[in-house]
């Protein structure tokens, strides 16, 4: 039986099925970013992406898609470095509500992740960088090569990249840019070589890439530009290789995306020297 998995429409989270029918099903979320926008103050963040409010809502899911297991695919904090002390009760109780609901949360770790695990509830499970396989799906962050088990999974589920979409824009919207799914379809693997290399050939089918759970995470806008360095990682190794097509929280297909773009201009480029 293939590995099953299905966003939740109309919000950046999937759930992975059961292989087992008597299984339990996992929903999987990515680049929470607690802190992101939070002073001194307010260390939780502003009000329309506050932790508490984060939690309550990825606690409202996991209700409503059944799901007794919850997975964190990365960034839960943003804070890439350690957290500062009033950020920590705040990562401490971003959990609570799910284990009040008696549900088990899992975060595999991020780039933002650095020193996170000392400040969790014990039930938490934290998973390496390297992701795990759960039901037959490979899920890491996106960052670093995943384990080869990762690599060996027929679907693979990754985060941070931040998929965004530029539309057109609105008053209430004058960016025009969306968070949106990313799904790649990728060829058969190449035959493998005898001599051992350092990593696995990637032989997953299909790359599925979460849109950010924070809604004031920047977005990549990829319909337009080349994805940021730091990010590119990601685009290059795994979703290059396919057919990659973007998809808008609500299930709406915005067709391929692009696998060249138009070079940056490079800082200072195409400025005028003052004459001597």
């Known amino acids: 039986m293939s590995p099953s998995v299905r966003p939740v429409v109309d919000a950046p989270a999937l759930v992975i099925l059961p292989e087992d029918p008597d299984g339990d099903r996992t929903l999987v979320v990515a680049d929470v ?5 939070g002073t001194r103050e307010r260390p939780g963040g502003p009000p329309e992406a506050s932790a508490a409010r984060l939690a ?31 950020l920590r009760p705040v990562l401490f109780d971003f959990f609570g509500p799910l284990l009040a609901d008696g549900r088990r949360p899992e975060v595999v770790l991020g780039n933002h992740d650095v020193g996170l695990a000392r400040h969790l509830p014990r039930e938490v499970e934290v998973h390496p960088a390297g992701g ?17 088990a990762v690599l060996r999974a027929p679907l693979v589920v990754a985060g941070h990249l931040h998929p965004g979409y530029r539309l057109a824009p609105t008053p209430e919207d004058p960016e025009g840019k969306r968070r949106c799914w990313v799904r790649a379809e990728l060829p058969p693997p190449p035959v493998r070589r005898r001599r051992p290399r350092r990593h696995a050939v990637l032989e997953a089918r299909e790359v599925v890439v979460l849109p950010a759970f924070n809604p004031l995470t920047g977005t990549e806008a990829l319909n ?11 685009y290059g190794r795994f979703l290059g290789r396919g057919v990659a097509r973007a998809y808008l929280l609500d299930g709406t ?16 480029a195409g ?4 004459g001597r």
């Open 33 to 37: 970013h607690l802190g992101l926008g």
């Open 56 to 86: 309550g809502d990825l606690a409202a899911l996991a209700a409503r898609e059944r799901a007794p297991r919850v997975l964190v695919a990365g960034d839960l904090k943003h804070p890439i470095v350690g957290a500062p002390p009033a």
């Open 132 to 148: 795990l396989v759960r039901d037959g799906v490979g899920v890491f962050h996106g960052h670093r090569w995943p384990t080869n």
């Open 224 to 234: 337009r530009e080349r994805p940021r360095r730091s990010r590119s990682f990601l």
């Open 253 to 268: 297909d915005l067709g391929p995306l692009p696998t060249e773009w138009p070079e940056r201009p490079r800082r200072g």
């Open 271 to 274: 400025r005028s020297r003052p």
